[in-house]
């Protein structure tokens, strides 16, 4: 199961350190530091993203008037289903924003899923083939990847109630909502207007970030358990290794839930928040 930490003869917390710890472009030098990047993140992210094109490319390229296969069936009703929820929720042109939808939905399921490998694999790819030191696979697992995305929606936002309300219109709605168009409201409409805004991005990013981190951190507890009993020889340590097999495989079977379900909220909520940035308060 977790073979690094017995071959190195790593304690339990320091083998979570060493997994939890990023491959970065530099040393960070404090605790927010935007000149270092986590290299992972960036080609785990493009990773996903590429093989999630490639499948629906493969779709459309076998795609026939006829009996669809399984794979166009399954992608036409997860295009329907994703125009259907866009439909409901943003009353406005949905041109870019449906297409943004499936994007947000097929990409985070592909970032997310990567967490189902076992989790020493890649590490160890990383390690013995390319010598890199630290490897985390699963973006989403990153804060940074997931406020970032979030961040992204907040100035989709920003530009859609700019687009349709107009600068007056929404800078109207800054001081006017939601207590009352009144000029001594005004302040107090505004810094509501402010937290609400700052409250739906940290949710957003944070939601997605806090789910597939304790996923990740689990699989690698549960690993634990079968690298500390592998070397122990007698029944109990075969049970306690087998009983670690089985609880990864639950987990992980579980874990599809999640994975689908957070893809779903985000895409969701995103929808949500531009939808709200197409009506008047």
Known sequence: MSEQATEHGLTASEYI???????????QQSQVDF???????????????????FMLWKATRKATTGVPGRLQCAI??????????????????RSFIAPLALTIFVWIIFM???DLFPVDWFPWIA????????????????????????????????????????????????IAAPFGDKWFLAPINLAMQLIEYAAKTLSLGLRLYGNMYAGELLFMLIALLGAIAFPWEGGAGFGSFMGSAVAQMAWA??????????AYIFMMLSLVYLGQAHDAH
């Open 17 to 27: 350190k060493h997994h939890l710890h990023h491959l970065q472009s530099g040393h």
């Open 35 to 53: 000149s270092v990047v986590n290299l992972d993140t960036v080609f785990w992210a493009w990773f996903a993203g590429l093989l999630a094109l």
């Open 76 to 93: 036409e009703m997860l295009v329907e289903m994703v125009d259907e929820q866009a439909k409901s929720i943003v009353h406005g042109d």
């Open 112 to 114: 997310n899923s990567l």
């Open 127 to 174: 390690h013995n083939v390319f010598h890199f030191e630290y490897m985390r696979v699963v973006p989403t697992a990153d804060i940074n990847a997931t406020l970032g995305m979030s961040f992204a929606v907040f100035l989709l936002t920003l530009y859609y109630g700019i687009k349709v309300k107009g600068i007056g219109g929404f800078s109207h709605e800054l």
């Open 253 to 262: 079977i579980f874990h599809i839930l999640i994975v689908v379900l957070q």
